[in-house]
Nanobody
């Protein structure tokens, strides 16, 4: 099983960057694919990015070319590098590994 904790969110200006982390505890972290989702107030949860254990990544069209998902299995940690951030990226970002979800980290993009 894996327990997850997201971190790295905060307030950033449009065009800026943030790097989110998803720290896993427990066992078998590396055997699961990992994904990031986000949810803005009043909106449904939205898929952001996915990565297999081998490193093959998939992105939502809304973030493709701006976001990069990665993982460091030796550190039991996944990442979401977010560049050229837009106000539309404002949301709580959640990490998912296997059946586990983290608590979320708030990302706010505003001047």
């Amino acid at each position: 099983q894996v327990r997850l904790v997201e971190s790295g969110g905060g307030l950033v200006q449009p065009g800026g960057s943030l790097r989110l982390s998803c720290a896993g505890a427990g066992t078998n972290f590396e055997i699961y694919p990992m994904a990031w989702y986000r949810q803005a107030p009043g909106k449904q949860r939205e898929f952001v990015a996915h990565i297999t254990r081998a490193g093959t990544a998939t992105y939502a069209d809304s973030v493709k070319g701006r976001f990069t998902i990665s993982r460091d299995n030796a550190k039991n940690t996944g990442y979401l590098q977010m560049n050229i951030l837009k106000s539309e990226d404002t949301a709580v970002y959640y990490c998912s590994v296997g059946l586990m979800w983290g608590q979320g980290t708030q990302v706010t993009v505003a001047s």
